[in-house]
């Protein structure tokens, strides 16, 4: 193993992405959190984040996820019109007040869901998606999916996040959900942050989005609250500013006024307290390695992309950073091959390591170069020993 030391880098000069960031912790009323920014991978904060808790309507996201799904593989259309049966109009609590004698398109459900936080809503969609035809059957397709695509801990007995026993799922799993929406459909993701959706008029008193940071300026747009007795008030956000957005979980606030409060608050700490930086460019070496038996006798170590890190916006602190690798390397190498690691290790941070590869091909060397490699071989085994070969 080599390990080849870079000069102590500033925290002025760096860009990279780390796991986590201890420093400067978000002291949040809620009961449990997960914050994350979305383009560095990076958690700024992780309350219980594993923790299975009731979602109530912040569940709705998965309905919403399969039925992009479907929209994409064509087994749904914007335009079709669905039929609404008696068991999806008997939900109570938030509604698009739908009977059994509507036909909605498929559209106006999404936009029922998203922006009314129709329960009805909901079913009328898992109804119309499920392997059984039932909103029982569509749950547990809905478990299926979220854990194929990460989500540990959910756990869904309906549609909609109405109180029932088993319905859970965790901040993180939150949290993945609202990163795969955004990049898996960002054609749907705009209505998400439409702050209206007057349904045929028939509900004047359900017509506005509960998010309370749309409209605010921060660069919120989405996702989704919930609220039941046993969840309290709770929220899957997102925000954009520059090129970085921050996504975020809030739970077990005790009011509307406490998860606006607390959302902004959060909102404001992510990006005034963090900031993205570039530690080394795409193509550029950071370092060199040693080539055995090639034609050249060492090799640039290059990244394949902009290399950043997000930090705490007021450090100076310096970092220190290595370039590790197994050496020396064998000819013949390839342009963009594997070979090392940037390793970075700011102060109370996460160590990071980040590949590097090879910025040109090496060809295997001639004749004279392996007579040369052949006899630097014997002599370091005369010098050792036999012992050194075995």
Same mark, same amino acid.
């Not at 479907?70 to 109570?92: C, T």
């Not at 392997?131 to 478990?143: K, L, S």
């Not at 509960?210 to 609220?227: E, F, S, V, W, Y």
């Not at 530690?279 to 060492?298: C, H, I, L, M």
């Given at each position: 193993?080599?390990?080849?030391?870079?000069?102590?880098?500033?925290?002025?000069?760096?860009?990279? *992405?780390?796991?986590?960031?201890?420093?400067?912790?978000?002291?949040?009323?809620?009961?449990?959190?997960?914050?994350?920014?979305?383009?560095?991978?990076?958690?700024?904060?992780?309350?219980?984040?594993?923790?299975?808790?009731? @979602?109530?309507?912040?569940?709705?996201?998965?309905?919403?996820?399969?039925?992009?799904?479907?929209?994409?593989?064509?087994?749904?259309?914007?335009?079709?019109?669905?039929?609404?049966?008696?068991?999806?109009?008997?939900?109570?609590?938030?509604?698009?007040?739908?009977?059994?004698?509507?036909?909605?398109?498929? $559209?106006?459900?999404?936009?029922?869901?998203?922006?009314?936080?129709?329960?009805?809503? *909901?079913?009328?969609?898992? =109804?119309?998606?499920?392997?059984?035809?039932?909103?029982?059957?569509?749950?547990?397709?809905?478990?299926?999916?979220?854990?194929?695509?990460?989500?540990?801990?959910?756990?869904?007995?309906?549609?909609?996040?109405?109180?029932?026993?088993?319905?859970?799922?965790?901040?993180?799993?939150?949290?993945?959900?609202?990163?795969?929406?955004?990049?898996?459909?960002?054609?749907?993701? @705009?209505?998400?942050?439409?702050?209206?959706?007057?349904?045929?008029?028939?509900? @004047?008193?359900?017509?506005?989005?509960?998010?309370?940071?749309?409209?605010?300026?921060?660069?919120?747009?989405?996702?989704?609250?919930?609220?039941?007795?046993?969840?309290?008030?709770?929220?899957?956000?997102?925000?954009?500013?520059?090129?970085?957005?921050?996504?975020?979980?809030?739970?077990?606030?005790?009011?509307?006024?406490?998860?606006? $409060?607390?959302?902004?608050?959060?909102?404001?700490?992510?990006?005034?307290?963090?900031?993205?930086?570039?530690?080394?460019?795409?193509?550029?070496?950071?370092?060199?390695?040693?080539?055995?038996?090639?034609?050249?006798?060492?090799?640039?170590?290059?990244?394949?992309?902009?290399?950043?890190?997000?930090?705490?916006?007021?450090?100076?602190? $310096?970092?220190?950073?290595?370039?590790?690798?197994?050496?020396?390397?064998?000819?013949?190498?390839?342009?963009?091959?594997?070979?090392?690691?940037?390793?970075?290790?700011?102060?109370?941070?996460? =160590?990071?390591?980040?590949?590097?590869?090879?910025?040109?091909?090496?060809?295997?060397?001639?004749?004279?170069?392996?007579?040369?490699?052949?006899?630097?071989?014997?002599?370091?085994?005369?010098?050792?020993?036999?012992?050194?070969?075995?």
């Amino acid at each position: 193993m080599v390990r080849s030391f870079f000069p102590v880098i500033t925290a002025a000069g760096l860009g990279l *992405c780390l796991s986590a960031l201890p420093l400067a912790a978000f002291d949040t009323k809620a009961r449990a959190a997960y914050i994350l920014d979305q383009g560095t991978d990076t958690v700024l904060l992780s309350k219980n984040a594993d923790l299975p808790l009731p @979602p109530a309507s912040m569940s709705k996201l998965m309905t919403l996820y399969v039925a992009f799904e479907a929209l994409r593989d064509g087994r749904l259309n914007l335009d079709e019109r669905l039929p609404v049966s008696a068991h999806a109009m008997g939900y109570g609590g938030s509604t698009m007040f739908l009977d059994t004698t509507d036909r909605v398109r498929v $559209e106006d459900l999404l936009r029922g869901i998203i922006v009314l936080s129709g329960n009805d809503a *909901c079913a009328v969609i898992a =109804e119309a998606l499920s392997p059984d035809g039932t909103e029982a059957g569509f749950a547990r397709y809905m478990t299926k999916r979220a854990h194929e695509l990460g989500m540990e801990n959910a756990s869904f007995a309906n549609s909609n996040g109405w109180p029932a026993a088993g319905h859970r799922m965790s901040m993180r799993d939150l949290g993945i959900l609202a990163e795969r929406l955004i990049e898996d459909f960002p054609q749907y993701y @705009p209505l998400f942050s439409e702050k209206s959706f007057a349904f045929d008029g028939r509900a @004047p008193s359900n017509t506005r989005n509960r998010n309370p940071l749309l409209g605010l300026g921060i660069g919120a747009d989405g996702l989704k609250t919930g609220h039941t007795s046993e969840a309290g008030y709770g929220l899957v956000g997102s925000a954009m500013q520059g090129d970085r957005r921050v996504i975020f979980v809030l739970t077990g606030l005790d009011s509307t006024k406490a998860r606006a $409060e607390e959302a902004e608050a959060v909102v404001n700490w992510s990006f005034r307290q963090f900031a993205k930086k570039t530690v080394a460019k795409a193509g550029v070496p950071v370092a060199r390695a040693e080539v055995w038996r090639g034609a050249q006798q060492s090799v640039g170590l290059v990244p394949e992309t902009d290399l950043k890190i997000l930090l705490p916006a007021l450090s100076g602190k $310096e970092i220190a950073a290595e370039v590790v690798y197994t050496g020396p390397i064998s000819a013949p190498i390839k342009q963009g091959q594997k070979l090392a690691e940037l390793v970075l290790r700011p102060d109370e941070l996460p =160590e990071m390591r980040l590949p590097l590869v090879a910025q040109q091909d090496v060809a295997t060397g001639g004749f004279f170069v392996r007579v040369k490699t052949a006899a630097q071989v014997l002599s370091k085994r005369l010098i050792d020993g036999p012992e050194a070969s075995q």
